[in-house]
DNA sequence: ACCTGAACACCGTTCAAGT
DNA sequence: ACCTGAACACCGTTCAAGT
């Protein structure tokens, strides 16, 4: 199924579905000009090298979060609004993190996010310093979060039996393993078992919401000491995008 | 230089040297064989495969940071202390948060520091599911403040020059082209202009600390509000470790 | 018990050649 | 302008064979 001719926006959303359904270790050039009905070669004249092409994908995926106005409901919701929505992506494609860990990406997905994310504390009242800070506490949390995600989505993929010769059952797998080590340690074997059967899905979600609002209010707390503190309230702020332009280098 | 007999040990150590100099996608079983003076097969007797020797090396650097007794310095010294160690640790090992979103790493490294954890939060005053979270939180800090450090280092290891046919220079380094894309928001350029001059060591440093102190208010707040609340200087709490054992699953 | 060497099925990438 | 095919230098891993 051969297409008119290939393009990049076509390669690097194909990219995109491999990475979904596979993972990072799942791209290779081959199997992705396999989808596309083409030669393994025929995409680096599009996308010059693997290397650039996840930076695409990525930077693409970056740009699917969406931007609450802090104008209309008030900083503290926009930026709780914001790291779920991100959350809710890193998600979608849990080889994000991976992949802006080995590979450096920037493009507009990524600074438009920024961007808006500056609107949003600059409506909290953060300036200088301060606001750079605030931003980055932030969407280091939200980093961390991603990274728990691929934590479990590399667990679910481990099929591997790490103890074969171990004394007791040959063919465990990774979680009871994972489970036995954590409870040779009294403070792990206690929260394992309070934990027993709970809903995983609600228990993630807890926990990162828990996460979130414990830095709003650290954030909030700083605001305060340093007097420029702000309402919860919305304030007016305009959020102008960039001055256009193409989203993507060309090569 | 051969050595007398290859051994598990040897072979980590050799493969977190290696990781450390070349970054996770510099090792390869072939060249870890040939500074070990083998062939590059000897590995897999010892370790199985390349998956579980990473696992191997990420736990044992898991293991490098220091356990602060709450007792003695109070929960909130030790709790930043801890994250302050642990962030120190991932800038000597860029690597292992890369390798810990692919690969499912657990071991007596990470499971020790973990249940040292739980004794800090635990001396606060945190119980139950806010005790799971409160960790989480922190933990989630800095494993997103670890990605940040792995960036800066893709950053440096890049030397694309991403858009050879875009106007302009045809050979610009990947940190200009960043600037220009940011420089394309008008929040963004304004704190890059700010930022001009500064120095990035004290800067990143000053980030992290901001981070880290704002998540210890927002759990404080919290602690204060479930009224459970401790106070700031040392309880007495036991820390005793695990129960022995074999630090590594043998194969 | 520990290691080697050959072999297999993969990779990313370059480049001359085609249309 | 866009794509193919062959080729090159790599990979991880298995396995029979050696000691």
Known sequence: MPRETLNRDQIVQAAIDLLDAEGIEGLSMRKLGRQLGSAPTAMYWHVGNKENLVVLAADRVWGEIERPDPAEVGWRAAARALVHDA??????????ITAVSTHFVYGHGLAGLQ??????????????????????????????AAIDDA????????????????????????VTWATGIASRYPRLRARLEAQAGEDPARAARRKFEFGVEAILDGLEARLAATGTAAATAPSATTAPGPDGGDPRPRH
């Not at 609107?119 to 605030?134: K, Q």
């Not at 790490?162 to 990774?174: F, T």
């Open 115 to 144: 961007d808006h994310s500056y609107a949003v504390y600059e409506a909290a009242g953060f300036t200088g310093p301060d606001l750079d800070w605030a931003v980055n506490t932030a969407f280091t949390f939200l980093a961390g």
């Open 87 to 96: 959350h809710a992506m890193t998600l979608r494609h849990p080889w994000l």
């Open 151 to 174: 934590v479990k989505a590399a667990m679910v993929r481990a099929r591997i039996r790490p103890g074969r010769g171990e004394e007791g059952s040959a063919e465990e797998d990774v």
